[in-house]
């Protein structure tokens, strides 16, 4: 069975720290890892890695993707109060998308 | 400007009701999904249509319903078949089934009286 696991599942953090989210994957035919931040509805898109090593980066936020390991690493560094928000990994497979649990992000002043 | 519109935001169910969800995108994307977002579940795939009169069940489609008459509209109908329906219902859309990025709608809020 397909699945994406995400960790932690919440965290809490003051301004300007750096925190690593952590995305592992287990799915039929991998195509692609998407990543998404979701502040209050809809998730708005963040990255999506298809190929291993190549880190895309915009900002203050980086992701990385291993193929071989099956896992994924979103970055952001110097964190602000805007940063709060469930972050999303998806995957996708054959024709669908898998989605994790998320991981909530909490950015004290 | 090009996106998903989800009606209403916010929705109350009465016992052994039936409601319908709205999603009317304007993005000329031929796939179209629906999920449900319960706290600390994720995003879970209820249907999913690839073109316009063509849907398949998802992974929780047990008390749903759903249509595809137009390309730009993906309605969901929630049936007094389920039973525990309060969730937040995100609809998305992409280029081809499995293609790309996802783009969503700002949701659904649904809840039982």
């Known amino acids: 069975e397909d699945k994406v696991v995400q960790s932690p599942l919440s965290l809490v953090v003051h301004e300007g720290d750096t925190v690593t989210l952590n995305c592992s994957y287990e799915v039929t035919n991998f195509r692609s890892l998407l990543w998404y931040k979701q502040e209050k509805k809809a998730?708005?898109?963040l990255f999506m890695l298809t190929s291993s090593g190549i880190e895309k980066k915009s900002g203050r936020l980086s992701s990385i993707l291993d193929k071989k390991e099956l896992f994924s690493i979103l970055n952001i560094?110097?964190?602000q109060t805007g940063d709060s928000a469930i972050y999303l990994c998806a995957v996708v497979g054959t024709y669908k998308y898998i989605f994790g649990t998320g991981t909530r992000l909490k950015v004290l002043a | 400007d090009g996106g998903i519109t989800q009606s209403p935001k916010y929705l109350f169910r009465k016992e052994g009701q039936n409601v319908t969800l709205s999603?009317?995108?304007?993005?000329?994307?031929?796939?179209?999904?629906?999920?449900?977002?319960?706290p600390g579940q994720g995003l879970r795939l209820i249907y999913y249509s690839q073109i316009v009169n063509d849907f398949q069940k998802g992974d929780i489609a047990e008390g749903y319903s759903v249509s595809r008459e137009k390309k730009e509209s993906f309605?969901?109908?929630v049936t007094s078949a389920q039973k525990n329906p309060t969730a937040f219902y995100l609809c998305a859309s992409s280029i081809g089934l499995g293609a790309e990025k996802l783009f969503f709608g700002s949701g659904t809020q649904l809840s039982v009286l």
């Open chain 1, 43 to 45: 998730p708005t898109f």
């Open chain 2, 23 to 38: 999603c009317e995108q304007n993005l000329n994307h031929d796939a179209m999904y629906w999920y449900r977002q319960d």
């Open chain 2, 75 to 77: 309605p969901l109908t």
């Open chain 1, 77 to 79: 560094t110097a964190t």
